[in-house]
């Protein structure tokens, strides 16, 4: 089965940055694409990016021009680059990978907090 296994997380201040990964134990090529989501507090889980196979990206409004979406197939690993952090970029982030017709694959979740 597909394990997914976010890492990278942590506290930051506001300008700051961080980069999160998410390991796949399998070849990310055999989905249609992964993104990050992430959940706040009280909040419903919010899609913050997202790569398809071919290597397009869509972003979130709220992060557009501060986070990018990148990955290593490679290494089956995607990536956050989260920069100018903001504290309202505190929540768990999610990795998630989809593919038609199936339902989708969701890590654990880590979590970062990003103070004023």
């Known amino acids: 089965q597909v394990q997914l296994v976010e890492s990278g997380g942590g506290s930051v201040q506001a300008g700051g940055s961080l980069r999160l990964s998410c390991a796949a134990s399998?070849?990310?090529?055999?989905?249609?694409?992964m993104a990050w989501y992430r959940q706040a507090p009280g909040k419903q889980r919010e899609l913050v990016a997202s790569?398809?196979?071919?290597?397009?990206?869509n972003y979130a409004d709220s992060v557009k021009d501060r986070f990018t979406i990148s990955r290593d197939n490679t290494k089956n690993t995607v990536y956050l680059e989260m920069n100018s952090l903001k504290s309202e970029d505190t929540a768990v982030y999610y990795c998630?990978?989809?593919?038609?017709?199936?339902?989708?694959?969701w890590g654990r979740g880590t979590q970062v907090t990003v103070s004023s």
């Open positions: 998630n990978a989809w593919r038609r017709f199936l339902q989708p694959y």
């Open positions: 399998g070849s990310i090529l055999s989905f249609n694409g």
């Open positions: 790569i398809t196979s071919g290597g397009s990206t």
